[in-house]
């Protein structure tokens, strides 16, 4: 922790830093353990989840909040399946997504919340963090290092009926 610490200036931000270090090392363990299958991929993917903690402790406002939960979750996921995919070009990437990631176990209320809990891992985490923790797109492309395509790419809209 001490070399997380020093990459830290402020001391607000260094005691925020440690109390989330504390609480949620364990969980972040388990989340990639349970993906990776393998201690010391899991010890890598957690090791880069705190290093994009520290790019990101801004945005943290409460340490026992559940948003800073899942938001420490979905982070953890997310650099588990980028070792994943640094490691094996070859594997369906799309498979991947779609198997791991935390179980939700069904609310069994047939609403919103059985439908989150049916969708693939990666699919999931991008609504919990728009809607549930209220990061903009950009953010969200940023924490997961993914491209937002700009709108000429999508092309023109077609016209309903030709002009005559």
Known sequence: MIIYLQMIESDEDKSKFEQLYIM?????FHVAMKILKNEFDAEDA??????SL???LKKISDVKCPKTRAYIVIITERK??????SR??????????????IEIPL???????????RLPAAYRDIL?????????VREISSMLHKR?????????????????
């Open 24 to 28: 949620y090392k364990g969980l972040m």
């Open 88 to 101: 094996s070009k070859l594997v369906d990437m799309e498979f991947w997504e779609s198997t791991y990631g």
């Open 128 to 136: 919990l963090l728009r809607y549930y923790n209220g990061y903009s």
């Open 107 to 117: 609310p069994g209320d047939h609403g919103l919340a059985d439908a989150m809990a």
């Open 80 to 85: 588990a399946i980028d070792i994943i995919r």
């Open 46 to 51: 957690v090791h880069q989840a705190f290093l």
């Open 54 to 56: 520290i790019e990101n």
């Open 148 to 164: 937002i395509p700009h709108k000429s790419s999508f092309g023109e809209p077609r016209p309903l009926c030709k002009n005559i």
